[in-house]
């Protein structure tokens, strides 16, 4: 089974200021890795994913993450926040052969402060 | 157009009642999902379906129980309701760990 593990319950960081999301996460066998944005009283939005091919992915506003499988994690990183940033990030696995549900961490909190 | 679409968006409701929630997506796809998250912000699968077969049943009380008339609906009826079902229970939709989600729906058992 697989596990997720995001060390940071919340992060504050000023405007303009770069920011790394922790992510760790354990399984026996190849995954795939998700990292989900969710704005106040919204649902889960897909933010960026890591399913094969280049370990470095992007999303369109401006977040990374870099699969590091020696390390087994998948930090999300931004190197300059906007207040519009504030908003709860999950890191989710699954495994490569679609045969199990996605498994969140307990997410993060990013607040971004002007 | 909303993709997944979840109703009601509130649930406010006495111990010991039942109450339904239900889901709809738009996406053709094959599978859906129940998600339970508490006030804590964990998210944690309750159910899965496949094309109107249920194929993942976590470790959730029999008092739930899921429905799939056709495979882009999922919906979620709950009896004899107690102060630890309250929580926001969000449906979705997708496949290979891309999941679209709907808004929740916020349960709040008195």
Not at chain 1, 67 to 94: G, M, W
Request: net charge negative; hydrophobic share 35%.
């Amino acid at each position: 089974a697989q596990s997720v593990t995001q060390l940071d319950s919340q992060v504050p960081v000023f405007e303009e200021a770069p920011v790394e999301l922790r992510c760790n996460y354990s399984s026996s066998v190849s995954v795939y890795l998700f990292w989900y944005v969710q704005y106040p009283n919204q649902g889960l939005q897909l933010l960026l994913k890591y399913l094969s091919g280049s370990t470095l992915v992007e999303s369109i506003n401006g977040f990374e993450a870099e699969f590091n499988k020696s390390q087994t994690s998948f930090h999300l990183r931004k190197p300059s926040v906007h207040i519009s940033d504030t908003a709860e990030y999950f890191c989710a696995v699954s495994e490569s052969s679609g045969n199990t549900p996605l498994v969140f961490g307990k997410g993060t909190r990013l607040s971004v402060i002007a | 157009d909303t993709a997944v679409s979840q109703t009601p968006k509130y649930l406010v409701t006495q111990m010991g009642n039942d109450k339904s929630i239900k889901c709809e997506q738009n996406l053709g796809h094959d599978t859906m999902y129940w998600y339970k998250q508490d006030s804590k912000k964990f998210l944690k699968i309750m159910f899965s379906y496949n094309n109107k077969e249920l194929i993942i049943n976590e470790t959730v009380p029999n008092r739930f129980s899921p429905k799939s008339p056709d495979k882009a609906h999922l919906n979620l009826h709950i009896n004899s309701l107690e102060l630890g079902d309250s929580a926001v229970y969000f449906c979705a939709s997708g496949h290979t760990g891309e999941l679209f989600f709907g808004e929740g729906s916020r349960l709040t058992v008195l």
